[in-house]
Nanobody, 125 residues
Framework: VQLVESGGGLVQAGGSLRLSCAAS????????MGWFRQAPGKEREVVSCITSGRTMTYYADSLKGRFTISSDNAKNTVYLQMNSLKPEDTAIYYC???????????????????WGQGTQVTVSS
């Protein structure tokens, strides 16, 4: 299993970024995929996730309306579109693959067993 994030960078407040996570080594559509982030001195937190079969999406309550998760099964890639970015969105963003699970709510980090290396997002004020 390999997960490779890209698309991070430096952006001004109010700007947008789209993160990508290219997945390989497994049947992409069979597993939920998630985006998490970790800011300096803070715990890792969920940003968004998309279920296996790509039927449902979930978001951290504080991020609804600004961030959008999507996927392209033909490219084995999951995306995170981030709009109206704020300085508090500054963090390392990680892509992860969930273990097989019956529950559709995929927002719990401990249910993920494969992680990418992360991509830095910095939002300047």
């Amino acid at each position: 299993v390999q997960l490779v994030e890209s698309g991070g960078g430096l952006v001004q407040a109010g700007g947008s970024l789209r993160l990508s996570c290219a997945a390989s080594g497994f049947t992409f559509d069979d597993f939920a995929m998630g985006w998490f982030r970790q800011a300096p001195g803070k715990e890792r937190e969920v940003v968004s996730c998309i279920t296996s079969g790509r039927t449902m999406t979930y978001y951290a309550d504080s991020l609804k309306g600004r961030f959008t998760i999507s996927s392209d099964n033909a490219k084995n890639t999951v995306y995170l579109q981030m709009n109206s970015l704020k300085p508090e969105d500054t963090a390392i963003y990680y892509c992860a693959r969930r273990i097989r699970y019956s529950s559709s709510d995929c927002r719990r980090a401990y249910e993920y067993n494969y992680w990418g290396q992360g991509t830095q997002v910095t939002v300047s004020s």
